[in-house]
């Protein structure tokens, strides 16, 4: 079982940059493709971004192509997304998640360890 944290949410503002992360802990993450999903409420989970196991292979919602930025360190069990030119419509709650087939996929049906979500807000 993996059980997945997430760190690095806060209050910014618009234009600022901010850098999530999210820790694997319960077994290695070296297999597993993840993927960061966001949620504001009253909308269903919107795909952000995702890489592949070997790290080589990344995907990114239009929204936030040239902005933000995954990567994935496997030595230290944890994926990175690097955002930055944060604007407004980015505010929401982020969510990383372990797809265990290791592709890291745009959709949410393959992923099956979910972390508890972390705050993201921009705001002037």
């Known amino acids: 079982q993996v059980q997945l944290v997430e760190f690095g949410g806060g209050l910014v503002q618009p234009g600022d940059s901010l850098r999530l992360s999210c820790t694997a802990s319960g077994r290695t993450f070296s297999t597993y493709g993840v993927g960061w999903f966001r949620q504001v409420p009253g909308k269903g989970r919107e795909f952000v971004a995702a890489?592949?196991?070997?790290?080589?292979?990344?995907y990114y919602a239009d929204s936030v192509k040239g902005r933000f930025t995954i990567s994935k360190d496997n030595a230290k069990n944890t994926v990175f997304l690097q955002m930055n030119t944060l604007k407004p419509e980015d505010t929401a709650v982020y969510y990383c998640a372990a797809d265990p087939y290791g592709l890291g996929q745009t959709s949410e049906g393959p992923y099956r360890h979910w972390g508890q979500g972390t705050q993201v807000t921009v705001s002037s």
């Open positions: 890489i592949g196991w070997t790290g080589r292979s990344t």
